[in-house]
């Protein structure tokens, strides 16, 4: 119960990761706001956090425009009496070469994944630091800094980017009382990780030998450690990247 009086921010809380971290966060006694674009995703995560006895709600926001992010936090604090932890987890996957893109898919993929982390943690920041700090993490990608994968050009920018900004933001908050840090997933078990066409059995084939550890990861294995970086365990950890790839950039 590490988060007990605390209220937890998950973005793209709808699906995935970002459900699966609401309810992990809801299960140690955190207040969750699950936020993104779509009400239905939200309101159903909602009902998956009550049903096992947490608290959460929904926050209608899309975290490219600067008047949502800025009603997110608003309506938060509003709601739940603070913003403690926040988890920018918002992402979309654009797959694309250098030369194959179009302008707009490339934008799309700077404006969700970048800027959309820049935008939360920019409101989130200005909460936080008038109120004692807290403790934000980015989802990054090991596609980002670490690994190598041609043919996703502006999915691999936006994420290295990521990682870039989450270490700046770490050293200029740190005097705050805000912990910043990052995850960078490998392939986890969310249709995002399924190539065009691919079931979850040929994933699970392809990634066999394609990944050292020869899986994709659990939800459990990456909201456990974006718990880990939210928590006063981690205390010292200050601007890290923290990479959960099966060994792929080993
Ligand atoms: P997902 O598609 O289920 O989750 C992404 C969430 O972000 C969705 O709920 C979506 O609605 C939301 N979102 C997208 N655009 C948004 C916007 N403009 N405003 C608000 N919300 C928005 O996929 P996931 O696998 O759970 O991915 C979560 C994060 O993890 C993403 O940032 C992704 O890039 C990253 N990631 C995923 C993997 C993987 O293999 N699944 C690996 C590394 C990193």
New binding site residues.
């Given amino acids: 119960m590490r988060f007990v009086n605390q209220v937890v921010l998950v973005?793209?809380?709808?699906?995935?990761?970002?459900?699966?971290a609401a309810l992990a966060f809801a299960a140690e006694g955190a207040a969750v706001a699950v936020?993104?674009?779509?009400p239905e995703?939200l309101a159903h995560t909602v009902k998956l956090v009550e049903s096992a006895g947490g608290t959460a709600s929904p926050v209608v926001?899309?975290?490219?425009?600067e008047d949502?992010v800025a009603a997110m936090v608003d309506s938060v604090v509003t709601r739940h009496g603070g913003l403690h932890v926040a988890f920018n987890?918002?992402?979309?996957?654009v797959p694309g070469g250098v030369a194959d893109l179009a302008a707009d898919e490339w934008s799309r993929a700077l404006?969700?994944?970048l800027t959309?982390t820049w935008l939360s943690m920019k409101h989130e920041i200005a909460h936080m630091r008038a109120h004692g700090g807290g403790t934000i993490v980015n989802?990054?990608?090991?596609?980002g800094a670490h690994a190598r994968l041609p043919g996703i050009a502006a999915?691999v920018t936006s994420?290295a980017a990521?990682s870039a900004l989450t270490r700046n933001a770490a050293l200029e908050h740190i005097a705050d009382g805000i912990r910043i840090n990052a995850?960078?997933?490998?392939?986890?078990?969310?249709?995002?990780?399924l190539r065009p066409g691919e079931t979850p059995a040929d994933r699970a084939a392809r990634l066999r030998t394609a990944l050292p550890i020869g899986r994709?990861?659990t939800?459990d294995e990456?909201t456990s450690a974006v718990l880990w970086l939210a928590s006063p365990e981690s205390g010292f950890t200050v601007g890290h990247d923290l990479v959960l790839d099966g060994g792929a950039t080993a």
């Fill in positions: 973005t793209g809380g709808g699906s995935g990761i970002g459900r699966a936020a993104g674009r779509s995703p926001a899309d975290v490219t425009r949502d987890n918002a992402g979309t996957f404006s969700v994944n959309g989802t990054a990608s090991n596609l999915y994420k990521v995850v960078s997933p490998g392939p986890v078990d969310t249709p995002m990780s994709v990861a939800l990456v």
